[in-house]
């Protein structure tokens, strides 16, 4: 099983200012990596795919980027909805995991 | 409009047995690989199960394999997840999932005597 650890565990931001949230795969994965975001009472948000691709109407100030074992979700000026869980996911072998989640919080 | 809706959670004891269903509509299912997510309340989210369009290749994660039953009907455009043998460590929101775009709502499942 690939394990995904994603750093920091917790971040402590101000709106405007940029996130960078690491994954990291125990194994090379073939950059079929996802990106997710999740609020509490809603379901989880693709924001990012295959590595680098934006979800359909996922705003510019997302991306992603990384290969091999080591990936990165930016997020370039942090708007107020920003605020949430964000999870990393791999599907490139079966089981398809996540990693532990990396909570964006207002400092 | 496209969405994916769960049914058939609850409250079960423990070594009974539970059947979750997905309704989709709004997109032409028989093309999609679908999924079971689930969501133990303050964790982390795992992958339970994932089955191919045309249900030639189907996966468990280890800690269902033998337990769960992931299922699918075209013509009626219906996901399913035969659970049986629950305990405690299966209480979750499980979330039915198409490839990774697209989830429902969830709906959760409690396992207690």
């Known amino acids: 099983e690939i394990v995904l650890t994603q750093s920091p565990d917790t971040l402590s931001l101000s709106p405007g200012e940029r996130a960078t949230l690491s994954c990291r795969a125990s194994?090379?994965?073939?950059?079929?990596l996802a990106w997710y975001q999740h609020k509490p009472g809603q379901p989880p948000r693709l924001l990012i795919y295959?590595?680098?691709d934006r979800a359909t109407g996922v705003p510019a100030r997302f991306s992603g980027s990384g290969s091999g074992t080591d990936f990165t979700l930016t997020i370039s000026s942090l708007e107020p909805e920003d605020f949430a869980v964000y999870y990393c996911?791999?599907?490139?072998?079966?089981?398809?995991?996540f990693g532990q989640g990396t909570r964006v919080g207002i400092k | 409009e496209v969405q994916l809706v769960e049914s058939g959670g609850g409250l079960v004891k423990p070594g009974g047995s539970l059947r979750l269903s997905c309704a989709a509509s709004?997109?032409?299912?028989?093309?999609?690989?679908m999924n079971w997510v689930r969501q133990v309340p303050g964790k982390g989210l795992e992958w339970v199960a994932s089955?191919?369009?045309?249900?030639?290749?189907?996966f468990y994660t280890d800690s269902v394999k033998g337990r769960f039953t992931i299922s699918r009907d075209n013509a009626k455009n219906s996901l399913s997840l035969q659970m049986n043998s629950l305990t405690s460590q299966d209480t979750a929101v499980y979330h039915c999932?198409?490839?990774?775009?697209?989830w429902g709502q969830g709906i959760l499942v409690t396992v207690s005597s």
């Open positions: 999932v198409r490839e990774e775009d697209l």
């Open positions: 709004g997109f032409i299912f028989s093309t999609y690989t």
């Open positions: 089955i191919s369009p045309s249900s030639t290749h189907i």
């Open positions: 194994q090379t994965i073939n950059n079929f």
């Open positions: 295959d590595g680098s």
């Open positions: 996911q791999q599907r490139d072998n079966w089981p398809w995991t």
